[in-house]
C-alpha cells in the first residue's frame, strides 16, 4: 500500500474535481464583477479598464501587437481574454481545492486570502518577467480583486465539494 505524503494536504485524485471547477469559475466571475464594481467607484472608467485588461490578457496568446495603445472594443480580444481568464480560475480553483480539501470552513477561507495575495503576487510580479505589460495594472484594485477570487473560490468549493 502506497503511503500518502503528510506534507501535502492531499491527492488529486481526493478532491471534487467537478466542486473545483465550479470554484474557479464562480470565483472569476465573483472576481470580475467586483473588479469592475472597484474601477466604476474609483477610476470611473470601467469600459476602458476593461478593455484594457482584456487587451493585456489577449496578448499573452495573440502576441504584443493587441496591447494598447490604443485601448480599444475587439469581439476576439475580449473572447480570448475571457477564455484565458476562465481557463486561470479553473487552474487555480483546482489548486486551491487540493491545498483546502481537509481544512475546516474557516481554516479555508483563511487560506483563500494568502491564496489570493499568491497569485496576485505571481501574476503581477513573477510573470512580468515574461510578460512586462502586466506591472501597468499592479495595484489596490487589482490586488482586491485576487483576494475576492482567492476567498470566493475556496468557500464555494467547501461549499459544493462532495464530503
Known amino acids: 500500500m502506497r503511503r500518502s505524503n503528510p506534507l501535502l494536504p492531499c491527492s488529486f485524485s481526493s478532491i471534487d474535481r467537478g466542486a473545483a471547477i465550479w470554484a474557479g469559475i464562480i470565483a472569476g466571475v465573483l472576481a470580475t464583477l467586483a473588479q469592475g464594481v472597484m474601477w466604476w467607484i474609483f477610476i470611473d472608467d470601467i469600459l476602458n479598464s ?3 485588461d482584456s487587451q493585456l490578457t489577449a496578448a499573452l496568446v495573440m502576441g504584443e501587437a493587441v496591447l494598447p495603445p490604443p485601448i480599444r472594443f475587439s ?3 475580449m473572447i480570448v481574454a475571457a477564455g484565458i481568464h476562465f481557463v486561470l480560475s479553473i487552474f487555480y480553483g483546482i489548486l486551491l481545492a487540493w491545498a483546502i480539501h481537509r481544512q475546516s470552513w474557516e481554516m479555508s477561507l483563511l487560506t ?4 489570493g495575495l499568491a497569485i496576485y503576487a505571481l501574476n503581477l510580479y513573477g510573470l512580468t518577467i515574461l510578460f512586462p505589460w502586466f506591472t501597468e495594472v499592479r495595484g489596490g484594485i487589482t490586488l482586491a480583486a485576487h483576494l475576492v477570487f482567492g476567498i470566493t473560490a475556496a468557500g464555494a468549493y467547501q461549499r459544493l465539494a462532495r464530503k
Open 75 to 77: 469581439p476576439g480580444i
Open 112 to 115: 483563500g486570502v494568502v491564496f
Open 50 to 52: 476593461l478593455f484594457r
